[in-house]
């Protein structure tokens, strides 16, 4: 118990010796089946082996608005560790990356639970295409976009803590630990250009039996910020210098007869007086999801927009495909539902 405590310490020193001040990383409703794309530790959590590939469409109607796919697999391997790769795409506007993740997790026995130390190694690629902007001066008298593009191949570490046990889950995480100045790469010397930001997780959810196992009651909660929920904005009154807000997602869900899900959950951020007053609440959602026998799991959500964005756009969609790899039912001690 004591190595544990040691562990988490000195791990939690680690990642909050960073800062940061900007949200970068993509959103999803349907986080809760795509975990791992967050935080590596929960590779191997399950009893089996399982896959995920999901797709979200951001804002449907506006123009460049971000549009995400993640694939992720991950299975036990011997007792206590779990591997796992993550694949990510995301664009938006004229700007997109894609980050590829090995992931290793080892459980320690802890409480009634485990708790997994994960650690992910990868690559990502971000690049920009401003051939895809529109102009209103000539593009190559601008020292920012005179090259048209540009695409960088960079180095990406992260990690995370998650414990869990059949009936609660908890978790935090640093997906990305370098943050890159991304002008450095380049030939563009201007002051203020882009920058990779460091992003940290939270996570909580449990089980609660309504009807035993015919309805069971899941809340769960995300926090996602930079910084550590200090200073949202380094100088509110220059947009150059203006960071993201801490965004917080509350899921409510209920699970009918350990086969299909069906959730609603609230998007919104803190603190958002301090940009000038504006409403923070982002969106409102639902969504729903069923697990065949046969391991295939589906799930479809939406978004309804909350903000001004709304006047423009149509809403957000997810669309989950899954599957898991139970060779044989009997086989799992107890049924996972997270």
């Known amino acids: 118990m004591k190595r ?17 001040n900007a949200q970068q990383e993509p959103m999803y409703t349907k986080y809760m089946f795509n975990s791992m794309v967050t935080n590596p530790g929960y590779a191997g959590s399950l009893e089996y082996m399982s896959a995920r590939v999901l797709h979200r469409q951001q804002w449907i109607g506006i123009d460049g608005g ?4 993640t694939m992720t697999i991950h299975t036990p391997f011997k007792k206590r560790v779990g591997l796992g790769l993550s694949v990510g ?15 290793y997790a080892y459980k320690v026995p802890f409480g009634s639970g485990n708790l997994a130390i994960g650690l992910q190694a990868g690559v990502m ?11 209103r001066d000539d593009p190559s008298q601008d020292e920012v976009f005179s090259d048209m593009g540009y695409s960088l191949w960079l180095p990406n570490f992260g990690a995370g803590l998650y414990y869990s046990n059949p009936k609660f889950y908890l978790g935090f995480s640093v997906p990305r630990l370098i943050g890159f100045d991304l002008r450095e790469q380049t030939s563009i010397t201007s002051d203020e250009w882009a920058r990779t930001y460091r992003h940290y997780y939270f996570t909580a959810g449990g089980i609660i039996p309504l009807k035993g196992k015919q309805v069971m009651f899941k809340p769960s909660i995300l926090v996602k910020t930079v910084g550590l929920l200090g200073d949202f904005s380094s100088n509110v009154r220059d947009p150059q210098k203006v960071g993201a807000p801490a965004e917080f997602d509350i899921d409510l869900s209920f699970l009918f007869y350990e086969a299909f899900w069906i959730g609603a959950s609230f998007r919104s951020a803190f603190a958002a007086s301090q940009f000038g ?11 729903a999801s069923y697990n065949l026998s046969n391991g295939i799991r589906v799930g479809l959500s939406y978004d309804y927009t909350l903000s001004k964005l709304n006047d423009f756009s149509k809403g957000t969609y997810e669309v989950m495909l899954g ?9 799992v001690i107890t049924p996972r539902y997270f």
Request: charged share 15%; proline share 1%.
């Open 66 to 69: 971000p549009l995400s796919q």
């Open 125 to 135: 690629n971000w690049r920009s295409d401003f051939s895809d902007l529109v102009y």
């Open 323 to 331: 599957y898991d790899f139970v060779y044989n039912s009997k086989r």
């Open 277 to 287: 007053g504006l409403s923070s609440f982002d969106s409102a959602d639902i969504w």
């Open 4 to 20: 544990t405590t040691r562990i988490i310490f000195f791990f939690l020193l680690f990642v909050g010796s960073f800062t940061a």
């Open 89 to 103: 795409n995301d664009k938006i506007g004229s700007t997109g990356s894609t980050m590829v993740n090995g992931v």
